[in-house]
């Protein structure tokens, strides 16, 4: 989109006052009201607890539950824990799951199409960040059509009914009455209710606009969508937004063990007690070869960069013509696979599955491998 259709459609996408109003006087408390009364009066421990508390709630109501369940189905959960997580995200005022899932479905499918991505990071960081809500937007309009599932799953519909009822009672009267019970009504709902939702709203919009800008790729380079270890932290494990661009039904974002997915954790946790099942994993291949493929990219970009001689080339184009070569026997196996389960034959079908599950291993193995090799190659020019 062209500087001169954006700013046309500015001057012709209405102002959208409530959302504005509410985004604007939050954000005004926070930064006012919240640190002057700290100065003043000071915050109990009470306070800081349901601060942490209400904004841990929040981010994994929105991670686990809005956007890696609801958005992307990457795990199933048993109605008790979707309840808690329909009122954990709910409450953090970033409208109802199927309203939000709709958006970030067409987000994925349509990413940074400045026409079509509701918080396209082509139209700039502050239009992904926040200035996609503050005008009705034609990019911002609600498609339906992409979240028929969700219409029927009985909890997205419960809570799109209930929200704005859930929102102020989260909001407003849990707060108030916490408030009450630990003996200081204004301290709870200024750290509580307003500082914590102002830290949830945009530590999660981040997500649009940093995590589509600062970071590394190194799963794949055809979007913008990048991983970085300190959004991670902050975003519950939503900052490993490379990965997850390529690997949406993959329900984790960061996939190594130390990779800072509290998300991932939380969903793990409630696999042991019984609360959720299929959890959804990318196969191990696909990861690798998307890794060696931009690790080849690199690769590339370094040997030209250091000038290096016709050796050091040839033996880089002949470790892509053996990546190129087992990603072909992986496709070959992937379509054995595919005519075994239709035979009949149940004891035959055993025996060849075990010889087919060796000879994926022994294909991963060799990616592995490669990888080392790319590795040692590239280190070398150094
Ligand atoms: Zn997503
Ligand atoms: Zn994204």
Redesign the pocket.
Known sequence: MSEAIQAEEKEQAPVNWAVTAVLGLTFLTAITVVPWYGFVHGYSTWNWIFFGLFLAMNGIGIGSGYHRLWSHRTYDANSLLKVLLAIMGGMSLQNSIIVWSARHRI??RD?DNNEKDPYSIGRGFWFAHIGWMLRDYKSGEVDYSVVRDLQRDPVAVWQDHWYWTLVWVTNGAVPLILGWLTGNIIAMFLLAGVARLVVNHHVTFF??SL??MWGKQPYTDK?T?RDQHFLALITYGEGY?NY??LFQSDYRCGIRWWHLDINKWFISTCALLGLVRNRQRAPQFKVLRARLNMEFKAARKKLEQAGAGASWKEQLESEYAQFVEIIKQWQQLQMERVAQSRQKLADRIETERALLSTHYRELEFSLKMQRKRLALLTAQLM
């Open positions: 987000h994925h990413v997500i649009n995590a589509h979007n969508a937004h997850h661009h």
